[in-house]
């Protein structure tokens, strides 16, 4: 089984100085976006699934144009729920995160001062939601103390076009990691990058491994982004 997990290209988090939830592409977020639909364009997918916010959908979209495919949006794949910072000063949002990574560690399941949703809860919402969207596909975690899954498709290809956190979190579940409340900083990956994941076959099961994390050679180097 192979996922492809796709980060979102830039983002318009800014604008005038004030923060913008749910943002749009930039321009250059667009130009990556077209990059990965390119690339990834002649690959064979079973389905992909997009993240319902708006940086996701307009990232994915280059790539279901190229293979004719409608948008199938899984609430699941939604970031981290931040607090209501529409439209108020850009300096609200960075020192809220400034504080929370001046914490002690277990402080940070607790999230952030402002609100939105803690990290806890965030990462229980993705991992219950692929674990179901997994199981009705016939993947499911074996009886097993190591990370081995059951797959009834071994030949299934997924592609996933979320976020940092999202994709963070689903490839911590996947290759079998303890979470932790700073997903989207124990994997860094970079605006419209590839990750690849494909499943070894074991005796008892099949396991995940690693082929490619936050892939970003389709991208220019003067349009490469974090």
Do not use: K
């Not at 948008?71 to 995160?97: C, D, K, M, Q």
């Not at 911590?172 to 605006?191: A, M, S, Y």
């Not at 990058?193 to 082929?211: K, V």
């Amino acid at each position: 089984m192979d996922i492809v997990l796709i980060r979102h290209g830039q983002p318009e988090w800014v604008r005038d100085g004030l923060n913008v939830v749910d943002p749009p592409l930039t321009e250059l977020g667009r130009m990556q976006a077209e990059r990965v639909g390119e690339l990834l364009r002649e690959e064979s997918f079973d389905e992909i699934i997009v993240s319902p916010l708006l940086r996701a959908r307009e990232t994915a979209a280059p790539l279901l144009a190229a293979q004719g495919r409608q948008e199938v949006v899984e609430p699941f794949l939604h970031e981290i729920r931040e607090p209501n910072w529409h439209g108020t000063p850009v300096e609200l949002a960075r020192s809220a995160y400034e504080e929370d990574r001046q914490r002690a560690a277990e402080d940070r399941w607790n999230g952030l001062a402002g609100g939105g949703e803690p990290p806890r809860d965030f990462v229980e919402r993705v991992r219950a939601g692929s674990e179901a969207h997994w199981a009705a596909r016939g993947m499911y975690r074996s009886r097993h103390m190591l990370p081995m899954w059951h797959l009834d498709r071994p030949d299934l290809r997924v592609a996933v076009v979320a976020h940092a956190g999202t994709n963070g979190v689903l490839l911590c579940h996947l290759l079998g990691l303890d979470p932790v409340p700073w997903e989207w900083d124990r994997f860094v990956t970079q605006h419209a990058s590839i990750t690849r994941l494909s499943t070894m076959e074991m005796r008892d099961g099949h396991t995940f491994s690693l082929h490619r994390l936050s892939d970003v050679e389709h991208l220019p180097t003067d349009g490469r982004t974090s």
